[in-house]
Every structure is written in structure tokens, then in C-alpha cells.
């Protein structure tokens, strides 16, 4: 018997199967939530802002001590500006032994960035490190809009498709195979002048989601 859409917000997330499993999906969203927030930069005071919902609430979920319902995902993954299903990479999916290790190609969490022709997919296990690494999928006419810049470095590999990049005063138009790094801060911005869907790697550090 499946839920109405109401009814469903109000349920504690949880893994069908066995206890474990469950117990295990509760503590990595927690651990998620905390990592995205840490790596985005958002104290758990702005962060209960940015939900109405309570500070030790809050601290709790990222400890996994307390369980998660669906609406309060949702407010947290909205505050955080990433969709709800970045926090979904099933237990069941992934081997015990490779979960904070290996990210299988079917397994990566995913931001669609709504509007801008955008998905990233983050190809390490958590953001709780000093790397960000990320499948961007650029959409064919879509770009990063104004210049931006942020502390820290980055590199990339165009994998498949073209990629204009403006790095300060200059400007470069990268080819599959071709790769770049730069410092973060240099204002930067991008855009795929292709006909085909661009497949860039990119890694930044310190992490920014």
C-alpha cells in the first residue's frame, strides 16, 4: 500500500531490508548532510535558518542519532541548493568493503543545476577530504554565465565534446583529451560551443559543493 504524497513527508527515511542496512542509510545521510554543508561553507545555526529547523535537531541527524523524514530532507537538500536525490546512494548498491573507497559508475550522487544545461556528478565516495572530483555534463549551448572566482585551485580533462574556457584575461578552446588547471581565484567562467553534450572531469580543491 503506497502512500499519498502527504502522508509520505511525514515518514522517517528509511532502506527497506534488513536493520543493519537501515541503521547504515541513516548514519551515511547524516554524514552526507554534514559534508555538504562543511564543504559548502554553512554553519548548522545558518543552516537552521535556512530550514526552521533546530540547531541540536540539526546536530543530531549529522551524528545519526536522530532519523530523518522525508520533508526534512527536503528542506535541507533546498537550503543546501542541491536536489533531494544527491543524499541517495543505496546501501544495497554499494559493496561493504568499497563504500568509502570506490564509486561504482552507476552509484554517483547528482546535481541538476535547473536552467543552466548542467549535471554534475561527484565521482569520490563523500566531500569529507581535501579533493572535489567531478563528471561535469554540459549541455550543448550551456555556460557558467558571469565570470567567478573562489579560493583555493582546480584542473580538469575535457573527456568527450568542446569546452571554451576564459581564465582571466584569456581565453581557450579545449578539445576532448585536452586538460587545465588554474587558481580558483582568477575569475573563470565556461561554455560548451559544441553541438554535442561535453563531458568534462573536474577537480577542485578545496571542495566547494
Same mark, same amino acid.
Given at each position: 500500500m +503506497?502512500?499519498?504524497? +502527504?502522508?509520505?513527508?511525514?515518514?522517517?527515511?528509511?532502506?527497506?531490508? =534488513?536493520?543493519?542496512?537501515?541503521?547504515?542509510? &541513516?548514519?551515511?545521510? %547524516?554524514?552526507?548532510?554534514?559534508?555538504?554543508r #562543511?564543504?559548502?561553507?554553512?554553519?548548522?545555526?545558518?543552516?537552521?535558518? %535556512?530550514?526552521?529547523?533546530?540547531?541540536?535537531?540539526?546536530?543530531?541527524?549529522? *551524528?545519526?542519532?536522530?532519523?530523518?523524514?522525508?520533508?526534512?530532507l527536503?528542506?535541507?537538500? *533546498?537550503?543546501?541548493?542541491? @536536489?533531494?536525490?544527491w543524499?541517495f546512494?543505496?546501501?544495497?548498491?554499494?559493496?561493504?568493503?568499497?563504500?568509502?573507497?570506490?564509486?561504482?559508475?552507476?552509484?554517483?550522487?547528482?546535481? *541538476?543545476?535547473?536552467g543552466?544545461?548542467?549535471?554534475? &556528478?561527484?565521482?569520490?565516495?563523500?566531500?569529507? %577530504?581535501?579533493?572535489?572530483?567531478?563528471?561535469?555534463?554540459?549541455? =550543448?549551448?550551456?555556460?557558467?554565465?558571469?565570470?567567478?572566482? @573562489?579560493?583555493?585551485? &582546480?584542473?580538469?580533462?575535457v573527456?568527450? %565534446? &568542446?569546452?571554451?574556457?576564459?581564465?582571466?584575461?584569456?581565453?581557450? @578552446?579545449? @578539445?576532448?583529451?585536452?586538460?587545465?588547471?588554474?587558481?580558483?581565484?582568477?575569475?573563470?567562467?565556461?561554455?560548451?560551443?559544441?553541438?554535442?553534450?561535453?563531458?568534462v572531469?573536474?577537480?577542485? #580543491?578545496?571542495?566547494?559543493?
Open positions: +503506497s502512500l499519498r504524497g +502527504s502522508e509520505r513527508l511525514r515518514h522517517p527515511v528509511e532502506l527497506a531490508g =534488513p536493520v543493519s542496512e537501515a541503521s547504515y542509510l &541513516e548514519d551515511q545521510l %547524516g554524514r552526507q548532510v554534514r559534508e555538504l #562543511t564543504a559548502k561553507g554553512v554553519t548548522l545555526q545558518a543552516l537552521a535558518d %535556512g530550514t526552521k529547523l533546530s540547531v541540536g535537531y540539526l546536530s543530531q541527524v549529522e *551524528r545519526g542519532r536522530s532519523k530523518l523524514t522525508v520533508a526534512n527536503m528542506h535541507i537538500a *533546498r537550503a543546501l541548493d542541491v @536536489h533531494l536525490n543524499f546512494q543505496s546501501a544495497g548498491d554499494a559493496a561493504e568493503e568499497e563504500r568509502d573507497i570506490i564509486v561504482r559508475g552507476g552509484n554517483r550522487r547528482r546535481i *541538476r543545476v535547473a543552466a544545461g548542467l549535471t554534475e &556528478e561527484l565521482l569520490l565516495p563523500s566531500l569529507n %577530504g581535501p579533493l572535489e572530483v567531478l563528471m561535469s555534463v554540459i549541455e =550543448p549551448g550551456a555556460d557558467s554565465g558571469e565570470s567567478y572566482s @573562489h579560493k583555493g585551485d &582546480e584542473a580538469g580533462v573527456v568527450a %565534446g &568542446e569546452l571554451e574556457l576564459w581564465v582571466g584575461e584569456r581565453y581557450f @578552446h579545449l @578539445h576532448a583529451e585536452d586538460s587545465f588547471s588554474f587558481a580558483s581565484a582568477t575569475a573563470h567562467r565556461w561554455r560548451n560551443p559544441g553541438e554535442i553534450t561535453t563531458r572531469v573536474w577537480v577542485i #580543491t578545496p571542495p566547494s559543493y
